[in-house]
């Protein structure tokens, strides 16, 4: 039987991302991992502009996001496949925390390499999770999933957010085209045949879903893998 994106998939990432401590505030994140290596006012500095900016040494950088891996990957091992969330029991609950962790390390080790709040890299000031706000993690997905042409995104991505001009990227540059791939690969890993023509409201709905998907391709190492993909490639291009 097939089941398409926005019934699955979708549901599965609207959820995580309401679960409890899933969205990560940017300034005490770096606050409590940077305090432990600077004076009050270098911390100041770091939360003010970014680590990158601030001129953090590589090797603090690189500590501090291992750590946040171990933590994440250590999370991940505790999952249980098993009823569903919030009474919606279409959308297995290990599916549901998996992509919970994937924001939470993907948002970790984002601050560390010079992003700013992604919550707030649109218009709107509260911390929703709005369209342009799904895309930057379908991108981080996509480079923790190894998908075809996701760390090139992600690597313009970090260019305009250097240079200020995020926000006209993320309206023009992020579209259907250019993250569906993206989309399709995560769907790929669920087993999960999807088309074009049925993407575009994929937020939305949810139908039936194999319990078991966490054990087919979400797995502690899928996690580990992805997130070490993802630690290189910010890295490597870092918002600066």
Not at 144 to 162: F, H, P, Q, T, W
Not at 225 to 230: D, I, P, Q, T, V
Request: glycine share 8%; charged share 25%.
């Amino acid at each position: 039987m097939e089941y398409s994106l926005e019934k699955a998939v979708g549901k599965a990432i609207v959820l995580a991302v309401e679960f409890p401590g899933v969205k990560i505030d940017r300034n005490e994140f770096l606050q409590k991992n940077f305090s432990k290596y600077f004076e009050p006012s270098m911390v100041n500095e770091i939360i003010n502009t970014s680590p990158i900016e601030a001129k953090v040494d590589d090797k603090i950088l690189n500590e501090i996001a291992i750590n946040c891996i171990d933590y994440e990957k250590y999370k991940v091992t505790l999952l249980s496949a098993g009823a569903g969330v919030g009474g919606i029991t279409t959308v297995p609950a290990d599916m549901v925390q998996y992509f919970a962790h994937v924001f939470r390390i993907s948002q970790k080790l984002a601050y560390v390499y010079g992003w700013p709040d992604i919550f707030n890299c649109g218009d709107d000031i509260d911390k929703t999770f709005d369209e342009e706000t799904q895309k930057i993690f379908f991108i981080f997905m996509g480079v923790m999933y190894g998908v075809d042409g996701a760390v090139s995104i992600l690597k313009e991505l970090n260019k305009c957010l250097g240079e200020k001009i995020a926000k006209d990227l993320i309206r023009q540059s992020l579209t259907k085209t250019v993250w569906y791939p993206v989309l399709k690969e995560i769907a790929k890993q669920l087993g999960i045949k999807i088309t074009k023509k049925n993407l575009s409201n994929f937020v939305y709905k949810s139908i039936p879903i194999i319990s078991g998907a966490i054990a087919g391709g979400m797995t502690y190492y899928a996690f580990s893998a992805g997130a070490e993909r993802l630690h290189a490639s910010l890295k490597k291009y870092p918002v600066k």
